[in-house]
């Protein structure tokens, strides 16, 4: 199926979906979306995207159904509804699911999807939204090899690094991992950019003597900037990092690994959300502190939206590394 006869049908189109759909319009896919909010869709239909009426009928119109929406028990509810994904799905088609998600449950609707003699792919993201405007995310891959040769073109148009991740369930595993890794950096940079505002400290000079040492993190890098500059806006909720970070520390429960940092992740965040609300920005976390200390963390000339500076590419397939290669590579 080559690019122009692979009818692809996107379902979610939120901070992440639509940007994510919006790439695949740009690159000259034909596209058929469905979601919730008249309006998202409407913009959509503009760029010249198809309107499916059921989820169903989407899985019927298209080759690829993509899903994106903002939790487990939301894309199970769209798959397995009478008029939902399932129900339109045949023999050859696939499924992918973007959104982040728990691995189990993952699995379990990829055996009815693979029921209908469909294939089934769970292809989550990470990198943050500006760059899946840009299709300059990762994606990582899980499900067999085969389905991962026919959707990587697709793949690559969404993400610029693609990385295969093993079998169904892995791909999800990582992204939850990766969640949690990236709230421990906010958090610990909530706590550092406050400390270095108590102790007087220039918060410009705060934020380039971090990025150039061994404090650096990709988070630092982005929602530091949000954060100096007041806006807070990383496009991502509270409530979405409570299911992340609950997701990893469910599956940490379940392997009997005995965590210390994630249930203190859980608390620091449910306290954020009671306090501002589910839907406030993730990196306003920091005003926890702010407004215990009396204190406002800022800096100046930041942006109040990261923007993806670099030019789009055309993605690629990473292949993991053998130890002795990176031994080499030292």
Known sequence: MGRQHMKIGFLGLGNVGGKLAASLLRNGHDVTVRDLEPQLVQTFIDQGAS????????????????????????????????DGIIAGL???????EMSTTDDKELI????????????????????????????????????DRATFDRVLPVLTTLGRRVLHT???????????????????NLCSLAESLTVARKAGMDMNTT??????????????????????NGSRNISFTMDLVLKDVG??????????????????????????????????????????????????????GFPAELIDDELEEMGHEVHVRAPQAMEESR
């Open 51 to 82: 309107l499916a009426d059921s989820p169903r009928a989407l899985a019927e119109a298209c080759d690829l159904v993509i899903t994106c929406l903002p939790s487990p028990a939301a894309c199970s509810a769209v798959m397995e509804a009478e």
């Open 90 to 96: 045949s023999e050859g088609k696939i499924w992918l």
């Open 108 to 143: 379990r609707i990829a055996d009815r999807v693979h029921e209908t003699g469909a294939m089934a792919m769970e292809t989550p993201v990470s990198g943050g939204c500006h760059r899946a405007a840009t299709g300059n995310i990762s994606i990582f891959a899980g499900g």
């Open 166 to 184: 093993g079998p169904l369930g892995s791909a999800s595993v990582l992204k939850v991992l990766t969640n949690y890794l990236a709230t421990a």
């Open 207 to 228: 934020y380039e003597a971090i990025r150039i040492s061994s404090g650096n993190s990709f988070v630092h890098e982005t929602e530091s900037q949000v954060i100096l």
């Open 247 to 300: 997701l990893f520390d469910s599956l940490a429960k379940s392997l009997d690994v005995p965590l210390e940092v994630s249930p203190l992740l859980l608390d620091i965040f449910r306290d954020g959300q009671d306090s501002f609300g589910a839907r406030e920005w993730s990196s306003n976390i920091i005003r926890r502190l702010e407004e215990r200390c009396d204190v406002s963390v800022l800096g100046e």
